[in-house]
């Protein structure tokens, strides 16, 4: 028998039986958590090993280029907390914009809530540190408890599967990229060096070059990837944090698709109307025409959701895990613990981030400037609340920029504990709430069927 679907799609290589399992793999977002978990626990274990030293040193390694006086030099460590670490804050930008543009946040009283309570989640757990810190070695880091780890946040949520509602997997998400987006304008700003300003109006006009490429058509991503390393590199010689190159370049990403859905109907239909036959190669019209849909199928997509399409799982599954292991390495043998940086970190992500996150949603939600939106209730959000204690990359991030050598690894203790212990409230508190769920929803059940069984005709008397 014959197989009429068997040309329908693309053909099938004995390849694609490994690229496409491993191409689902790469859209859990879960996945990524795990293996971004995994990689600090291998950092963690190899930083207290006797391989310890040898691990720690290989990320001091040199590595860049010297033309004349202008060197370009970096540590293999600052590479990766500068460079690749700009894509990631690229890839959030990228979400925000999204979202506002195109997804859940386009309602600004949907916007509101995770806005406002991103708002308290930062401002909240500052104020409880600085207060903790006054006067002490380390209040300079009082950034460090202000972000929320997306990545183990997603991860948490997947573990209860359709269990929770989808309205709260888009508050945390919004919440959290509020959050980085705050926290790495903060970082520019607060752990810069002095301003070069010949350096920082070189990238303010490459900018604007950016812009006016996108206004007057210029569609090459490769020519925007050179645009933006060359911005990077004069945001890195002008005192302020070279990653918020990639908040302002995600910012600046157009959200809205260059061939619409009619035109690429029409576009396309000069192709269908072709007879079947050997007129596709040579420089024929037909030619120009199947390239012309192919261009025109690809432009369909906004370079905004390419671009998040293309970068997400290198980020997911190489930029993070890749900082993770240069990053978690903590030697607990040269942790201070009298040091009272830990126990102001462990505060500011336990108590301050859910206290601040709650008590702003009540307020956006009391005054009406918000509401809580379909399936969530206050149980979920002191749940989520708890969740956003999960600082990890964001404030290891922010640790290495704020925090000198003798105090590094007393606040690097602080964010493990305290993101470990927000972790283990907010999912135990999901955990309750998804089994009293299951428990009340099994008793509706068995409520409805004696309901039934006793009003049915056939019952015998």
Request: proline content about 4%.
């Amino acid at each position: 028998m014959i197989d009429k679907n068997r040309n329908q799609g693309l053909p099938i290589e004995v390849a694609d039986r490994v690229t496409r399992p491993f191409a689902r793999f790469l859209k859990i977002e879960a996945a990524a958590g795990g293996l971004l978990l995994l990689c600090a626990m291998v950092a963690l274990v190899l930083a207290n090993s006797p391989f310890s030293a040898p691990f720690l040193n290989f990320w001091k390694m040199p590595i860049g280029l010297q033309v004349g006086q202008l060197d370009f030099t970096r540590s293999l460590h600052h590479w990766i907390n500068d460079a690749l670490m700009t894509l990631f804050f690229f890839i959030v930008s990228l979400e925000l914009k999204r979202e506002f543009a195109l997804g859940e946040l386009r309602n600004p009283r949907a916007a509101a809530l995770p806005f406002l309570a991103a708002l308290g989640g930062m401002a909240v757990p500052v104020s409880i540190y600085l207060v903790l810190m006054n006067g002490q070695p380390g209040v300079h880091g009082w950034g460090t408890v202000m972000a929320t780890d997306t990545a183990f946040v997603i991860g948490g949520l997947a573990l209860f599967g359709s269990s929770i509602p989808a309205q709260l997997r888009i508050f945390l998400v919004s919440l959290a990229i509020f959050d980085d987006v705050g926290a790495i304008s903060v970082v520019a700003v607060a752990y810069g060096e002095t301003l070069n300003f010949g350096a920082l109006g070189l990238a303010m006009l490459s900018l604007g070059v950016v812009a006016i490429s996108a206004r007057i058509g210029i569609r090459s991503i490769p020519v925007y990837f050179v645009l933006g390393g060359g911005i990077w590199l004069c945001f890195d010689a002008s005192g302020l944090h070279a990653t918020i190159a990639g908040v302002i370049l995600g910012l600046m990403t157009p959200a809205r698709a260059w061939v619409g859905d009619e035109r690429l109907r029409s576009i396309m239909s000069k192709l269908t109307a072709y007879p079947t036959g050997e007129h596709w190669s040579g420089d024929t019209s037909e030619r120009h025409d199947l390239r012309e849909t192919g261009r025109a199928i690809e432009e369909s997509l906004s370079p905004l959701e390419r671009l998040e399409m293309m970068l997400h799982p290198w980020v997911g599954f190489a930029v993070m895990p890749i900082f993770a292991l240069a990053n978690a390495g903590v030697a607990f043998s040269g942790v201070d613990l009298d040091q009272r940086v830990s126990a102001a970190i462990f505060a500011g992500l336990v108590v301050g981030k859910p206290t601040g996150v709650l008590l702003f949603a009540w307020l956006a939600v009391r005054f009406r400037v918000a509401t809580l939106g379909n399936g969530l209730d206050w149980i979920l959000l002191v749940a989520g609340a708890f969740l956003t204690g999960i600082g990890f990359t964001m404030s290891i991030f922010i640790s290495n920029l704020a925090f000198t050598s003798a105090l590094l690894p007393a606040a690097k203790l602080g964010v493990f504990l305290g993101s470990a212990m927000s972790a283990t409230i907010g999912l135990l508190i999901l955990f309750w709430w998804t089994s009293r769920n299951q428990e009340q929803t099994s008793e509706e059940t068995t409520e409805t069927s004696t309901f039934i069984a006793s009003t049915s005709p056939d019952k015998p008397t």
